[in-house]
């Protein structure tokens, strides 16, 4: 399974912006894709996830109301609409993404990753 993300960059805060991760090599409908992010000198947190299987939906406390996670199945993408972000959004943000239903909600969970993209909220 490969995962390419897109998107992110430095924008001010209360700003918005989208990433967008591509995935391959599976079978699309059989994976849980999640976003996880990690600031400088912090642990990975798990920010979102779905499973499109079941449709549901997982959003970390810290962005409930804010981030929105959707797919696209024509496109085999999941994307990440970020809103109001704050400057303790800012971190490197990883899709990821693992076999089966089970909607994942820890960074823990996760056995395939995209390579990062970052997200500057000043």
Sequence with gaps: VQLVESGGGSVQAGGSLRL???S??????????????????KE??????ISPASGRRYYGDSVKGRFTISQD???NTVSLEMNSLKPEDTATYYCAAREGPTLRTR???YNYWGQGTQVTVS
């Design 24 to 41: 391959s090599g599976s079978i699309y409908g059989t994976l849980c894709m999640g976003w996880v992010r990690q600031a400088p000198g």
């Design 20 to 22: 967008s991760c591509a």
């Design 107 to 109: 960074s823990t969970d």
């Design 73 to 75: 199945n024509a496109k």
């Design 44 to 49: 990975r947190e798990g920010v979102a996830a």
